[in-house]
């Protein structure tokens, strides 16, 4: 990999991936705390448990990681 001022370009793409993934997670959590954090699309059931809540946020932090 090149480096950039002494940084690799896939750590800086690593970090940035990692920014969007914190983001995701962040945004999830305090759907989560809101009330308004539901299953499925905007029809699916609210979600009341906590663990439920992450796994939901892990899963969509994936997605947001992997897209580019």
């Given at each position: 990999?090149?480096s950039?001022?002494?940084?690799?370009?896939?750590?800086i793409?690593?970090?940035?991936?990692?920014?969007?993934?914190?983001?995701?997670?962040?945004?999830?959590?305090?759907?989560?705390?809101?009330?308004?954090?539901?299953?499925?699309?905007?029809?699916?059931?609210?979600?009341?448990?906590?663990?439920?809540?992450?796994?939901?946020?892990?899963?969509?932090?994936?997605?947001?990681?992997?897209?580019?």
């Amino acid at each position: 990999t090149r480096s950039v001022m002494g940084i690799s370009r896939s750590s800086i793409s690593k970090q940035l991936k990692g920014s969007r993934k914190k983001k995701k997670v962040k945004r999830v959590m305090k759907e989560f705390k809101e009330g308004t954090l539901r299953s499925g699309s905007k029809t699916g059931k609210k979600v009341k448990n906590r663990k439920q809540a992450i796994a939901i946020a892990m899963s969509e932090g994936r997605r947001a990681s992997r897209t580019t």
